[in-house]
């Protein structure tokens, strides 16, 4: 028996929360049961009481906490409760829960571990736009984000920011995550690292005018806080190539400074008038070479942390079971 959760969290979504609930489809192929959840985080009217007229099982987050802190409450709730196939969706209808069975069929399939939306390709002609009614700035910073993510992890991505998503208990397992602000890029990174099969399917999306994000509450905030999350998957995953870059700078400087005094001092016996530049040289060469061995315990650390990322997954199987059919 395959069994569907489809998760939404919400903060302030009454207005809406009952018909994205009452548009999810009762039936899917290859779904024998579909539960439907909703996930409150410091909600200050009645969604989560609309959620409930609506069919929904709720858990109420009377604190705000933040996406990532609610979505890991959200998997692991997905894993405790048997399932095999998990679907997030934004509790704002800028997404059709129609389109569901669409992100299910790969997983039911067995073609994809993880099926993201992709809101920059238009799904009838395949070509890249913005939404319309997104705004300028959200769209480039989103565009930018994916390609980065999209190079760390050694894939091409079109969409890491998105919440409308699906993922097989396979993928679920592997998803630990960290941030306390968002999980979206995170959990690309995750998944990639651990070699899952990750589909991208353009899907329509609606941006109401007027209507604000109640997540991202400033765009400055969204900015900062997306640049720090892709720094730091940068630093996780790939730390040589990040300390690297960071060395190469004073390293580079350092040793031409440092390079061009000792030239000096070979022809005239005294490094005067250039004995600062030397010293200066030498100093930015050596912070270049501790920023170096830096990135080569990282990379050491990085090992250990992937070990334990797997150790992670393994006591999941134990609590959650079902290892024979994730090892399928």
Not at 216 to 230: E, G, K, M, R, Y
Request: proline share 4%.
């Amino acid at each position: 028996m395959t069994k569907l959760i489809v998760f939404s969290i919400c903060k302030d979504e009454s207005a809406t929360i009952g018909e994205v609930l009452d548009r999810i489809p009762e039936q899917i192929d290859g779904i024998d049961v579909i539960e439907r959840w909703v996930i409150t985080d410091g909600c200050t009217d009645d969604t989560a009481e609309v959620a409930r007229d609506h069919g929904a099982q709720v858990i109420e987050g009377r604190v705000q906490r933040r996406l990532a802190f609610r979505f890991q409450q959200a998997i692991d709730l997905a894993l405790r409760r048997g399932a095999d196939v998990a679907v997030s969706i934004d509790g704002d209808l800028q997404f059709d829960p129609v389109d569901i069975p669409a992100f299910v069929a790969p997983i039911v399939a067995a073609e994809a571990d993880f099926v993201a939306a992709d809101r920059f390709t238009d799904p009838t002609t395949g070509v890249q736009r913005r939404p319309e009614n997104m705004p300028v700035g959200k769209y480039l910073g989103n565009r930018l984000g994916a390609n980065i993510v999209g190079r760390l992890s050694g894939e091409r991505f079109a969409d890491v920011t998105c919440g409308f998503r699906a993922y097989n208990r396979r993928a679920m397992l592997a998803l630990n995550i960290n941030s306390k602000y968002t999980y979206t890029q995170e959990s690309f990174q995750l998944l990639a690292f651990n070699q899952l099969d990750i589909v991208s399917i353009p899907t329509m999306v609606t941006y109401y005018p007027g209507r604000r994000s109640r997540v991202v509450t400033s765009f400055w905030q969204f900015l900062i806080n997306s640049a720090v999350n892709i720094l730091r998957a940068f630093r996780d995953f790939a730390p040589l190539r990040f300390f690297g870059m960071l060395a190469a700078l004073p390293l580079v400087l350092g040793g031409l400074g440092a390079g061009f005094v000792g030239v000096h001092w070979l022809r005239t016996d005294r490094t005067s008038p250039y004995t600062s530049l030397g010293i200066v040289g030498v100093y930015l060469f050596s912070l270049g070479l501790i920023v170096l061995v830096v990135g080569l315990l990282a990379d050491m650390l990085g090992r250990s942390t992937r070990n334990q990322e797997k150790i992670m997954q393994e006591l999941k199987l134990i609590r959650y079971g079902r290892a024979s059919e994730v090892d399928e």
